[in-house]
């Protein structure tokens, strides 16, 4: 007894990956979206004022004095100044180590007012002088 075969095999036949590959990316981008959902953001180590407009925060820049106060102004080039004068960072660190060591609650003020100051200058000014005052360094900001 003979048997026949029912399908003949076709020299072209090929297997159509597109279905396929629909559902597979379907299912990775379901697994995508839903771990970066369950995911929390990676948190910066800043903190952030709290707003005192009500005069209830509880800053301790309220009980700052100026005389408590070291303030570094930048100008567009990245340069330190003090009371408007150029110093050298030499100077600057040692007069800054005097004045913490003098103010027992001294702060460190870095002001960039300029509009023309990126903000890499700022950050990198910022992290010289956190390396010299510690966490007793402050950003002073203005209202635009």
Do not use: C, H
Not at 101 to 117: C, F, H, R, Y
Request: hydrophobic share 45%.
């Amino acid at each position: 007894m003979k048997i026949r075969k029912k399908y003949q095999a076709s020299a072209n036949a090929e297997i159509n990956l597109t279905a396929l590959l629909d559902v597979v990316f379907s299912i990775l981008a379901f697994f995508i979206l839903i771990s970066a959902a369950l995911t929390l953001p990676s948190r910066i180590g800043i903190d952030l004022p709290i707003s005192d407009r009500n005069n209830q925060g509880n800053s301790n820049s309220e009980n700052l004095q100026p005389e408590d106060v070291f303030v570094i102004t930048l100008d567009p080039s990245g340069q330190m100044l003090r009371d408007g004068k150029l110093m050298p960072t030499q100077q600057l660190a040692q007069d800054i180590s005097k004045f913490l060591a003098t103010s027992a609650k001294g702060m460190i003020v870095l002001s960039a007012d300029d509009s023309n100051v990126s903000y890499q200058i700022v950050i990198i000014r910022l992290s010289e002088l956190r390396a010299i005052a510690g966490n007793r360094v402050a950003i002073a900001t203005s209202r635009s």
